[in-house]
């Protein structure tokens, strides 16, 4: 979005910080390994101490933007040790740091400790209070109430810190994976922990980190939610968890990739997919646009393993035209609306709600003249289909045909594989006044909406905060 912060601006702070480490690098497809077997680290000390007890965060929800905060979201009680540790994570904001720069603010006060209690006198407090809460509540119920509610003071004074990893091979819930071609070891990390596989990114990444010689083949495969890290890599090495029978296209994807994955999926030599894949006017697209990027539906589809390239890409425009259908949008306003919703899907995160708000953004900037400034659209032109992520001079390339800092009005084409909620949105924008919005946290999507470009100025400083905060947060920032 307009004014967002540059790489070479987050990784400019004002003090030295330690260079991150690299993420383990993709070597070649590995031969076949055998099945996967779970491995069994430690278990959280108070798991059976506490069970059945629920952690409340007594300080409440603080303001991202001060007096200008977006309406906080309802917190209901996490329900498993993954919603627990990410419930720390957001309540330490985001990432590992006490002082304040997580990007996510808190309530403050003149003593420079952010509306907590000096770290001494709570813990004084604990070393007085804890004793007589073990010992007075016998019958436990006292104990499980200071569990509840001082959970994270009782961890720091005990040392006792929460699982990052599950201890099993997966819950039974089945998972189909997407591992793309270039994908190195964050890659995977991300994936495997956004699809629910993993308990946490670091588990992953940790766990590459110590295996080097660890490689990826691109395909599809099928995994189960609640994986431990070095179930999940193995199962990932192994040829019989890739899936042949069925096609998994997943929205915001792009064509490149979307490609590589049909011959990956197929068999099909990727050089006679992307031959097939050359002329978009075969397939009934508008000839404006300069590709199929943006009208190959993102699904799931069931294969016989007898279709041809071209029959694969025009099932799946086919599917694409069926949805727009459904949608009502006329055939001559499909190149726009896929444009607008390619945009939508790459640049709002996984919050439903915030597809209509930066549909609302768009709108409201293309009813005004202003343009359009979406860093995704600049990096798509320049070849990174992969990041949002800009320079000052890529923004300032009108020679880019997607640069919509430069150039009015929407990009040339689609930017992406929309999906119907996108769609939805481009078709539906919410009401609003925004001109604005920026995420202020990659790895839960969170997004501030502003007025002006103080308030959105304001926002991009915690995203850059944000990014520092952490390895696994900056992780999320290349």
């Given amino acids: 979005m307009a004014n967002e912060p540059s790489w070479e601006d987050i990784f400019q702070p004002k003090e030295a910080v330690a260079p991150q480490q690299q993420p383990p690098a993709v070597s070649q497809p590995p031969a076949a390994t055998t099945p996967v077997t779970a491995q069994a680290p430690g278990s959280d ?61 808190r309530r403050g006060d003149n003593s420079g400790n952010y509306g907590r209690p000096p770290r001494k006198r709570r813990l004084l407090w604990l070393w007085i209070t804890l004793p007589i809460v073990l010992i007075v509540g016998g019958l436990g119920g006292v104990a499980a109430y200071g569990w509840a509610n001082y959970e994270e003071q009782i961890r720091e004074l005990m040392g006792w810190q929460l699982p990052n990893d599950y201890t099993t091979a997966g819950n039974g819930v089945e998972v189909i994976v997407p591992v793309r071609s270039g994908d190195i070891g964050a890659d995977v990390a991300k994936t495997l922990h956004e699809a629910g596989v993993t308990m946490t990114f670091d588990a992953v990444y940790d766990y590459l980190v110590e295996n080097p010689d660890v ?59 992307q031959a097939a894949a050359a002329d978009p006017t075969a397939y009934g697209v508008p000839a404006e646009a300069p590709s199929l990027e943006g009208y190959l539906f993102p699904a799931t589809y069931e294969l016989s393993g007898s279709e041809s390239a071209q029959e694969i890409l025009q099932l799946l425009v086919n599917t694409m035209f069926e949805h727009l259908d459904a949608f009502g949008v006329a055939p001559e306003q499909r190149h726009e609306v896929l444009t607008k919703a390619s945009i939508i899907q790459r640049e709002a995160g996984w919050n439903i709600d915030d597809f209509y708000k930066v549909a609302r953004v768009f709108q409201n900037r293309i009813d005004q003249g202003i343009n359009l400034e979406s860093d995704a659209t600049v990096a798509y032109g320049t070849g990174n289909l992969h990041t949002v992520w800009t320079t000052d001079a890529e923004r300032a390339d009108a020679s880019n045909p997607y640069n919509t800092y430069a150039n009015p009005g929407l990009p040339i084409g689609p930017i992406g594989l929309p999906g119907d909620d996108a769609i939805s949105a481009a078709l539906n924008p919410a009401d609003g006044p925004w001109l604005f919005f920026v995420p202020i946290n990659l790895a839960t999507g969170e997004t501030v909406f502003s007025e002006t470009v103080d308030q959105h100025e304001a926002a991009a400083q915690q995203l850059r905060d944000w990014c520092q905060a952490s390895e696994e947060n900056a992780a999320y920032c290349g």
Avoid: C, H, Y
Avoid at 57 to 68: E, K, V
Avoid at 230 to 242: G, I, T
């Fill in 45 to 105: 000390p108070l798991n059976s101490l506490f069970a059945g007890t629920t952690p409340t965060d007594s300080q409440g929800p603080a303001s991202s933007l001060g007096t200008q905060a977006a309406p906080a979201a309802v917190q209901t009680a996490p329900s498993s040790r993954r919603a627990l540790r990410e419930t720390e994570g957001r309540r330490r904001g985001g990432g590992g740091s006490d002082d304040g720069g997580s990007g996510r603010g």
């Fill in 215 to 273: 490689s990826f083949i691109p395909g599809n495969w099928r995994l189960q939610e609640e994986m431990s890290a070095e179930s999940a890599v193995s199962a990932l090495q192994d040829p019989a968890n890739k899936v042949t029978s069925e096609l998994l296209l997943t929205e915001g994807s792009v064509l490149p990739d979307a490609l590589e994955i049909i011959a990956e999926t197929t068999g099909i030599p990727l050089e006679e997919v």
